[in-house]
């Protein structure tokens, strides 16, 4: 007996995945150091004890549609939520891509872009960002009018750089097509930046700002994530979203953490202080340090291969990203902000293995 073949343009395909290794100092996936505040827990076992589980969930999940268009300031038919951004970027690629459009991705950038529009069998247009990790809106336009994309793609601040796009990129990018244009906002939270400040523009009708309750919200355990779009593009991707894709559970976690919105600012507050003192911390090695608005930093060690930099500061039970293998990323490793202890540990370490 034999197994069919997979799909011939997935066979080469590798999962995506980032080490899980055993260490004391995790700052590897960029989740938020932080847990919610007790009292969450307290608000989401009374919620849950309201639930009746043995029906299946409210499938356009409203309740948490209204409480987050109420935060973002739009109607609750302008959010589509989904299990993690992830799910809403492969909803958005279903109904918007396929095997006779194309997705443009500038790199480098969040590898699950190009990754989840080749599961879906969209076509990949990849334009290079500039030696410093910048674009403009005439690289932008130029991109758009040579590989003519049915979806834009977008990360600001970017992953892995930490590089907010500034507001002219995203107004070229929609200006140039008429393509759906996606910008991931995974940290937005982190940057005084946003694509929400286009909103009511020519051409925003084609604007979709994905954000995740991973970061900011603490709880990249219940995978829960979701995006601002016109109503049209939600539905669009309720149309390809599986039925009852988002549980009673993850709903009412979602609409539990909301209520902390003052705990959580205070965590952004921590972290995007913490981070501003990495920055000048490790400007002092002998390293190249990019500037990040996010809860993250790139950075390249000189004298030292990265995987061994990274070696060492798991020797010291630091577990940090290895990105040099990445294309555009020879040689560069990315750390997350943890909390100020092991922000600190870090920092001994990094200065002992260097």
């Not at 069998?121 to 009018?145: D, H, M, Y």
Request: aromatic residues 8%; negative net charge; charged residues 25%.
């Amino acid at each position: 007996m034999t197994i069919p073949k997979k799909r011939p343009d997935l066979i080469d395909l590798e999962g995506y995945h980032s080490a899980q290794v055993d260490a004391e100092v995790r700052l590897n996936t960029n989740e938020s150091p932080f847990v919610p505040p007790r009292s969450f827990y307290a608000d989401l076992e009374a919620g849950v004890g309201r639930l009746v589980l043995n029906r299946y969930p409210d499938r356009e999940a409203v309740a948490l549609r209204e409480a987050l268009g109420e935060l973002e300031g739009v109607p609750g038919s302008s959010i589509f939520c989904a299990n993690g951004s992830n799910e809403v970027l492969q909803s958005l690629l279903l109904a918007y891509g396929g095997s006779t459009r194309r997705a443009l991705v500038f790199e480098p950038s969040y590898t699950l872009h190009s990754h989840i529009a080749r599961i879906t069998g969209t076509q990949v247009a990849a334009v290079p960002r500039s030696p410093a990790f910048r674009l403009s809106p005439e690289v932008i336009t130029q991109a758009i009018e040579e590989h003519e994309p049915d979806l834009v793609f977008l990360c600001s601040p970017n992953n892995p750089t930490g590089l907010s796009e500034p507001l002219a990129n995203m107004r070229a990018a929609l200006g140039a097509s008429e393509a759906l244009v996606i910008v991931d906002e995974a940290y937005g939270q982190f940057s005084p930046t946003t694509a929400a400040t286009l909103r009511g523009e020519e051409g925003s009708e084609r604007l979709v700002v994905v954000r995740t309750f991973s970061k900011t919200w603490a709880l990249a355990g219940v995978r829960l994530g979701y995006c601002v779009a016109d109503a049209e593009v939600v539905e669009a991707c309720f149309s390809v979203a599986l039925p009852y894709h988002l549980s009673s559970l993850t709903q009412q976690a979602g609409l539990s953490v909301l209520r902390y919105s003052d705990e959580m600012d205070q965590h952004v507050k921590t972290i995007t202080a913490e981070r501003d003192r990495l920055v000048v911390e490790l400007g002092r090695l002998d390293l190249e340090v990019w500037p990040s608005e996010a809860n993250f930093i790139l950075f390249r060690p000189r004298g030292i291969e990265a995987v061994e930099l990274w070696r060492r500061l798991l020797d010291r039970s630091i577990l940090i990203r290895d990105c040099s293998s990445w294309r555009s990323l020879k040689g560069c490793l990315r750390v997350t902000i943890g909390t100020p202890e092991e922000n600190d540990r870090f920092l001994e370490a990094l200065k002992e293995s260097a």
